[in-house]
């Protein structure tokens, strides 16, 4: 079956420091989401992509976090400088467009981020 | 404004017990429900999904879900509990397309042998 891969699986960096995340969403899923859990919490979204175009990066802490999908395939998520606060789980989903028209997201096993 | 409640965060269960995670939503249009299942240092995976038509879906797993729209909520349910369901369950609500979807902040669920 089919998975969202990321990578690295955990990621430990101190302040003030880059770091970077890995997405390569499930085959022909046109549509790419970044989330950040942050402990106790659920998900929220990030930045979302449809192909190559972001449509939604309102979430998005533009200062230091960038995304990109260049080919509308694998994604890059990064942060730089990180902070004490992005410690967090960083979740990537692909969907499809399933029954009736409807998103069927599926994620990722996720990014643990710890900034020291 | 656009919310999603889960007002149990964690909940201690006997195996071969039964099982309901609650769950609330607020949300302006007519809301599409997801509720997902998340193992530690795992990412979700997709229970169920209430679109339209029967308000009691089945999911994945031997859960089910029932939509009450005059109490807002959309509580899960499970009639018999296996060890392995221990993990983090979330409720999400989200537009006709199923895109940008909010999360509740999860029930933690133990089961004890």
């Known amino acids: 079956e089919a998975e969202v891969a990321q990578s690295p699986r955990y990621k430990i960096t101190e302040k003030s420091q880059a770091v970077a995340f890995w997405c390569d969403p499930i085959?022909?899923?046109?549509?790419l989401y970044w989330y950040r859990q942050i402990l106790g919490q659920g998900p929220e979204l990030l930045v979302q992509?449809?192909?190559?175009?972001?449509?939604?990066d309102s979430q998005l802490p533009k200062d230091r976090f960038s995304a990109e999908r260049l080919k509308g395939v694998d994604s890059t998520l990064k942060i730089q400088p990180a902070e004490l606060g992005d410690s967090a789980m960083y979740l990537c989903?692909?969907?499809?467009?399933?029954?009736?028209?409807?998103?069927?997201?599926?994620f990722g096993p996720g990014t643990r981020l710890t900034v020291t | 404004a656009q919310s999603v409640t889960q007002p149990d965060i964690h909940i201690t269960v006997s195996e071969g017990a039964s099982l309901e995670l609650r769950c609330n939503y607020s949300?302006?249009?007519?809301?599409?429900l997801f509720w997902y299942v998340q193992s530690p240092g795992q990412g979700l995976q997709l229970l169920l999904k209430?679109?339209?038509?029967?308000?009691l879906v089945q999911g994945i797993k031997g859960f089910e879900a029932e939509f009450k729209r005059s109490q807002s909520s959309f509580n899960l349910r499970k009639p018999s509990v296996h060890w392995s369901d221990a993990a983090e369950y979330f409720c999400?609500?989200?537009?006709?397309?199923?895109?940008?979807?909010?999360f509740g902040t999860g029930t933690r669920l133990q089961v004890f042998p």
């Open positions: 989903a692909s969907s499809f467009l399933g029954t009736g028209g409807v998103h069927e997201q599926y």
């Open positions: 085959s022909g899923h046109a549509t």
């Open positions: 992509f449809q192909d190559e175009s972001v449509v939604d």
């Open positions: 949300y302006g249009a007519t809301p599409y």
């Open positions: 209430y679109f339209s038509g029967d308000t």
């Open positions: 999400a609500v989200g537009p006709s397309d199923g895109d940008k979807l909010i």
